[in-house]
C-alpha cells in the first residue's frame, strides 16, 4: 500500500495524529485545542498537516486549517502545511490538478523533520481513508507510517455511533494505538449526544470526551481543552506499523 518505506527512516517521534470519521467534523479545531493547551502549558508542541484543499474557497472564521494550527503553536502557515491547493476535492484529485503529486516517502518525511524535539500534532485531512494518490496511500497509511496514537474527532449527533465505529475498527485493524475520542462541538443538555457519547464509549471501549464551542483563538481554545486530559493523549511512537504492501498481480 505504501512506498513511504524507500524514503529515510522516520526518526523518534512523540506526539498524537489527530484524525476524523469524516471532513468537516471539527477535526482542525480539536488539533488546534491541543496544540494551544500544549502550548499553554509549557511543552514545545509544533502542529503538521499533510496538505489542505479549498483555498479558493472563502476563509472560514478562525482561518483556514493551516491558519489556526499555526496560531496555536507560534508557527508560520507555510511551515504547518508545505502543499496547499485551491479546489475543495480529495488531496489526490487536487494535487492532480496542479499537475503534482503528493507522494508518501515525501509526506512521512515532512512530518517527521517537523516533529524533531519538539510534540508534534499531525491533523489528517479527511476521514481515515482518504487517498493522497491513486495507488491508495491514504491517510492510514500515513497514520502508520509515524506510528503516532491517534484521537478521533466525530460530531455528537446522529449517524456518529456507526461513523466512530467504523473510524475505530479500521484503525485498530492496522494496528494503530486509538487513545481517545472527542465529539464537537458539544453542547450541553443534548439528551441524544449525551446518549451517544455513552454508547460510543461503551461500544468501542475507548474513552470518549467533549470539546464545547470555543473562541477561534489560542486563548479560547486552550481554555475549551483544560478539562481534556491532553497530555495522556500524547506519546512516543511506535515502530512503524504500515500496513503489508498488497501481493504482486500475479502471486
Known amino acids: 500500500m505504501s512506498d513511504a518505506a524507500a524514503g529515510p527512516a ?42 489542505v484543499t479549498g483555498l479558493d474557497d472563502p476563509a472560514p472564521e478562525g482561518g483556514r486549517d493551516h ?3 499555526a496560531a496555536c503553536t507560534g508557527q508560520a502557515p507555510e511551515d504547518v502545511c508545505p502543499r496547499t491547493f485551491g479546489p475543495a476535492v ?14 508518501p516517502a515525501d509526506l512521512v518525511a515532512s512530518a517527521a523533520r517537523a516533529g524533531v524535539g519538539r510534540t508534534l500534532v499531525v491533523e489528517g485531512i479527511g476521514g481515515l481513508l482518504v487517498p493522497f494518490d491513486r495507488a491508495g496511500y491514504d491517510v492510514r497509511a500515513l497514520c502508520c507510517d509515524l506510528g503516532l496514537p491517534v484521537v478521533i474527532a466525530a460530531r455528537p449527533g446522529l449517524g456518529t455511533i456507526n461513523h466512530v465505529r467504523l473510524t475505530v475498527d ?28 455513552r ?11 467533549v470539546l464545547p464551542l470555543a473562541e477561534l483563538t489560542p486563548e479560547g481554545l486552550a481554555l475549551a481543552a483544560a478539562e481534556l486530559p491532553v497530555a495522556s493523549w500524547i506519546g512516543e511512537a511506535a515502530a ?3 500496513p503489508a504492501p498488497a501481493p504482486p498481480a500475479d502471486a
Open 10 to 51: 522516520v526518526p523518534p517521534l512523540r506526539g498524537a495524529f489527530v484524525i476524523a470519521t469524516d471532513t468537516d467534523v471539527g477535526k482542525t479545531v480539536l488539533a488546534a485545542a491541543i496544540c494551544a493547551r500544549l502550548r499553554a502549558d509549557g511543552e514545545p508542541v509544533v502542529a503538521h498537516k499533510p496538505a
Open 67 to 69: 491558519e489556526l494550527l
Open 90 to 103: 480529495s488531496p489526490h484529485l487536487a494535487a492532480e490538478l496542479a499537475a503534482e503529486r503528493l507522494v
Open 170 to 197: 479500521v484503525a485498530r485493524a492496522a494496528g494503530l494505538d486509538v487513545r481517545a475520542i472527542v465529539l464537537t462541538p458539544w453542547t450541553a443538555g443534548d439528551a441524544l449526544a449525551d446518549d451517544n457519547r
Open 199 to 209: 454508547t460510543v464509549a461503551a461500544l468501542t471501549d475507548v474513552p470518549t470526551h
Open 240 to 242: 512503524p506499523v504500515r
